[in-house]
């Protein structure tokens, strides 16, 4: 799995999941990696599928391995600025721009701890 951390000045972009057993959790854009796909590559498609938009991929942040009930993730998470300002969500319910005293004003998903700790000391 891949996760798209984009930063917009000192902002960063958070949505709303709209189905599944995490419905109205909030996490990082991004989705599964598909056979032949590069994590980059794989990162840049799910936000064209999921944003209708293009993201830099500026570097790797983190991969976090996390335990979930019924399932193992493995996700890296890359910072990420945008190519272009329009965006429309075609899969999550909502979507916040958050700064660093309202990044934890939303239910971020638990694999999702690790990286909002690491960006809220990139915020600073």
């Known amino acids: 799995m891949v996760a798209a951390v984009i930063r917009k000045g000192g902002h960063i972009f958070a949505t709303q999941r709209g189905y599944g057993d995490f419905k109205d959790w909030w996490e990082f854009p991004g989705g599964k990696i598909e056979k032949g796909e590069t994590p980059e590559e794989a990162l840049q498609r799910e936000i064209r599928e999921e944003l209708s938009t293009e993201i830099i991929i500026n570097k790797h942040l983190k991969t976090v391995d996390w335990d979930y009930p019924n399932f193992h993730l493995t996700l890296h998470c890359?910072?990420?600025?945008?190519?272009?300002?329009?965006?429309?969500?075609?899969?999550?319910?909502?979507?916040?721009?958050?700064?660093?005293?309202?990044?934890r004003s939303v239910r971020w998903l638990p694999a999702d701890e690790d990286v909002i700790r690491l960006i809220e000391k990139i915020l600073q």
């Open 78 to 103: 890359y910072l990420c600025s945008l190519a272009s300002e329009e965006m429309t969500l075609n899969e999550h319910e909502a979507a916040r721009w958050l700064d660093a005293d309202s990044l």
